[in-house]
């Protein structure tokens, strides 16, 4: 499902107006992003929560030359499925 198909999903089930659908869609990306920005965790009870782990600084393999590089230390996203999310797969 790609951002189109997710924002019709949601007007239909929602009731609103596909407009509607995608402000919330992106209000919602936009808030969580900001969440995660500040170091906040976000957790939403029966689907999943999200945080930032910092991934250590650690060597490499350049694929085409074979020569070892470093890749610094970088901050990533994680997500976590909740319970009633992993029961529906």
Known sequence: MNKTQLIDAIAEK???????????????VETVGECLKKGDKVALVGFGSF?????????????????????????????????ELSDKC
């Open 14 to 28: 929602a009731g609103l107006t596909k407009a509607d659908s995608k402000k919330a869609l992106e209000a919602f």
């Open 51 to 83: 945080c930032v782990n910092e991934r250590g600084a650690r060597s490499g393999r350049n694929p085409q030359t074979g020569k070892s590089i470093n890749i610094p230390a970088k901050k990533v996203v994680k997500f976590k499925a909740g319970a």
